[in-house]
């Protein structure tokens, strides 16, 4: 779709861009950018002070399918994607059956092309089955085209096995994702080892289960090198060592979610299950530590860890329910009312966050809107305000911590590879009202 975007304030950190922009897009990639280009024969979307931004880039997501379809699938994962402003997402290995080997993988890929919404990415799996024991089939996943390596969802316990599946990781050029857990910590826990938890009288998981597996894969990583990528950090003590490793040089990545960057272990109130998530939400003085490490650049990426669950797998007590929150559609209204209006991050800073720096880690075209790039942008419009509301989700999951929350920074237009799939929260595909491209303009 060759077009015009004008009015809009366009945020493009890596090229030194911040203010009004012009942007022509051509053959589906960004074809020019000034503060005016003057006539052109195409048309026009006038985006009247709007901000213009690269597209958000997941580098965590679950999108259950194959084989937990009713939790979500590829097409409602990449609905719930653009909904919330992401023009791409990396799709963990853990569905039924695990993508182990390229056959899984392919199936992915082309689901994703049917769905033609985001972009999805699969991250294969480390070990066959899951289960810890011999390594998947890296080297034929990454002939397939997977960004990454990770049995996400279970801790990789074996010291000699992820050795060396970091030096294949190391070879092939692609990131091992740590899951960090050490399961003989962390035993049956299901809520952090602080006050709340023991006043509800649940098993707890200590921090320590966190801090031990990645104290064990930064050294590892110190002895290979290549690319660790360390999942979900939630603890201070976590933070103590990611800063140590820093210093010391070692070469690594980490992310932190939405929901340890914004909550504690209040949030699970009365036991509620739609804040049940593994690592556990932790204490004020943890996410004080991880807001601490995402401004000084200690942890580089925020990922949702989007995981949907079917409403009533988590309409059942605590201890039965299953982990996780979902996120892609709350992700950045969250972060720019809860840390871009408070000042606690610059608008810069959160484009490196959640699209520069994934696309880095994966390898991956995107983080920024330079004449001859794909066409994949978010449009945000600050002052729009929403109310959190899981029936409004285009993900099959409704189980987020978030319900009934007041937040600004809605995003309003979603284009992927030059077309427009997200605009005013409808979603090409799935909404049988979504506008002709005339009725836009």
Same mark, same amino acid.
């Given at each position: 779709m060759d077009l015009l975007l004008k009015g809009g304030i366009?945020?493009?950190?890596?090229?030194?861009?911040? !203010? %009004?922009? *012009?942007?022509?897009?051509?053959?589906? =990639?960004?074809?020019? +950018?000034?503060l005016s /280009? !003057? %006539?052109? *024969?195409?048309?026009?979307?006038?985006? =009247?002070?709007?901000? +213009?931004?690269?597209? /958000?880039?997941?580098?965590?997501v679950h999108l259950r399918e194959p084989g937990q379809e009713s939790k979500e699938t590829i097409a409602t994962g990449c609905a719930a994607a653009v909904a919330g402003g992401f023009t791409a997402v990396a799709c963990m290995a853990n569905t039924d059956p695990p993508a182990d080997c390229k056959e899984i993988v392919s199936y992915i890929k082309e689901k994703s092309r049917a769905a033609d919404l985001a972009r999805v990415y699969p991250i294969g799996a480390l070990t066959r089955g899951l289960k810890g024991q011999k390594l998947a089939a890296m080297w034929e996943m990454a002939q397939e085209g997977v960004k990454g390596f990770s049995d996400d969802g279970r801790p990789l316990m074996n010291s000699m096995l992820m050795l060396r599946a970091l030096q294949f990781g190391l070879v092939l050029g692609l990131p091992v994702i740590s899951h960090c857990e050490d399961l003989f910590l962390s035993g049956n826990g299901v809520v952090h080892d602080g006050v709340h938890g023991y006043k509800l009288g649940l098993p707890v998981q200590p921090a320590v289960s966190e801090a031990a597996m990645i104290a064990r894969d930064i050294l590892l990583?110190?002895?290979?090198?290549?690319?660790?990528?360390?999942?979900?950090?939630?603890?201070r003590e976590s933070v103590a060592l990611l800063r140590w490793a820093k210093d010391a040089g070692i070469n690594f990545t980490s992310e932190v979610t939405p929901h340890h960057l914004l909550l504690t272990e209040e949030a699970v109130g009365c036991f509620d299950t739609d804040a049940k998530m593994n690592p556990p939400l932790r204490t004020s003085a943890d996410r004080e530590a991880l807001l601490?490490?995402?401004?000084?650049?200690?942890?580089?990426?925020?990922?949702?860890?989007?995981?949907?669950?079917?409403?009533?797998?988590?309409?059942?007590?605590?201890?039965?329910?299953?982990?996780?929150?979902?996120?892609?559609?709350?992700?950045?209204?969250?972060?720019?009312?809860?840390?871009?209006?408070?000042?606690?991050?610059?608008?810069?800073?959160?484009?490196?966050?959640?699209?520069t720096a994934p696309a880095n880690l994966l390898g991956v075209p995107g983080g920024n809107l330079a004449p001859g790039v794909p066409a994949d942008l978010v449009v945000i419009d600050p002052d729009k305000k929403h109310i959190v509301s899981r029936d409004n989700f285009y993900s099959r999951g409704q189980n987020t911590p978030f319900e009934g929350w007041k937040l600004s920074g809605t995003p309003v237009m979603t284009m992927v590879d030059g077309d427009i799939k997200m605009w005013k929260g409808k979603v090409k595909g799935f909404s049988h009202d979504f506008p002709e491209f005339e009725e836009m303009c």
């Open positions: 366009l945020h493009d950190p890596v090229n030194g861009w911040e !203010g %009004p922009a *012009e942007i022509l897009i051509k053959d589906d =990639k960004i074809e020019a +950018v000034s /280009l !003057g %006539p052109v *024969e195409v048309p026009v979307l006038e985006l =009247k002070g709007k901000i +213009v931004m690269p597209g /958000l880039i997941d580098v965590h990583q110190q002895k290979v090198g290549g690319k660790l990528h360390l999942a979900h950090i939630s603890a601490e490490a995402l401004q000084e650049g200690i942890i580089e990426i925020i990922a949702t860890d989007h995981a949907p669950h079917h409403p009533q797998e988590k309409e059942t007590d605590f201890l039965s329910a299953p982990f996780g929150v979902v996120g892609l559609e709350t992700a950045f209204p969250l972060l720019w009312t809860k840390l871009i209006e408070k000042g606690a991050l610059s608008l810069s800073e959160l484009i490196e966050n959640l699209s």
